[in-house]
């Protein structure tokens, strides 16, 4: 079955700073990987996308990367502000038969301080 | 462009009730999804719909059932509400291009709270 586990459970940097929030899955064998940001009481925004067969997305300050070797996944966020304050979640999407079941991670929350 | 609509945004219910939780969207998507977000557990996969007329269970299914009414529309239904399925419910949508997926697109949530 597969498992994802996303750390920090939580993080807060001040503004300005650069960070990385980290996505691990146990199984390897992934259609792609989805960030995703969600505001308190709200659904949750695509972030950035990633299929299997490539290894980064870019969208303005946010880099995510992909390791499917080693089932790892990464989101940069560069400059951070406050507005980023959010919970960020990654999922895996498996494929196949299982074709947009995705399997979540429990996600990161991010405070940006002034 | 409204994207995924989901209906009611807040229910509660008396335990045995029963109710359904309407979705739609206005995209042309042919896949539809049913999760809910518990605190510690994630979002969680209930029931899909990899398109009009067909439904699957997901990781979750049990207390609930389905209906894909139309390419627009997926319902969950709960038969017999019970305190366990207090939750927010998230419905979502997407399409594939190709040989790719394209981002799944969710609506609001439903918070439901059974007593």
């Known amino acids: 079955k597969q498992e994802v586990t996303q750390i920090p459970a939580a993080l807060s940097v001040p503004e300005g700073e650069n960070l990385v929030l980290n996505c691990s899955f146990t199984d390897s064998a992934i259609y792609n990987l989805q960030w995703f940001r969600q505001d308190p009481g709200k659904g949750l925004t695509s972030l950035l996308l990633i299929q299997s067969s490539q290894r980064e997305q870019t969208s303005g300050r946010l880099n995510a990367s992909l390791d499917k070797s080693s089932g790892r996944s990464t989101l940069y966020i560069a400059a951070s502000q406050p507005g980023d304050s959010a919970t960020y979640l990654c999922?895996?999407?498996?494929?196949?038969?299982?074709?947009?079941?995705?399997?979540f991670g429990q996600g990161t929350i991010l405070t940006v301080h002034p | 462009n409204a994207g995924v609509t989901q209906t009611p945004k807040f229910q509660v219910l008396k335990t045995g009730q029963s109710m359904t939780l309407q979705c739609a969207q206005d995209?042309?998507?042919?896949?539809m999804y049913w999760y809910r977000q518990d605190p510690g557990m994630g979002l969680r996969l209930i029931y899909y719909s990899a398109s009009e007329g067909t439904t699957d269970k997901g990781e979750v299914p049990n207390g609930y059932n389905v209906s894909r009414l139309n390419k627009r529309e997926f319902s969950l239904r709960l038969e017999s509400a019970a305190p366990s399925q207090t939750s927010v419910y998230f419905c979502a949508s997407t399409v594939r291009r190709g040989l790719h997926n394209q981002p799944q697109h969710f609506g609001d949530g439903t918070r439901l709270s059974i007593l």
């Open positions: 995209m042309n998507h042919n896949s």
């Open positions: 999922a895996v999407n498996v494929g196949g038969t299982s074709y947009g079941k995705l399997t």
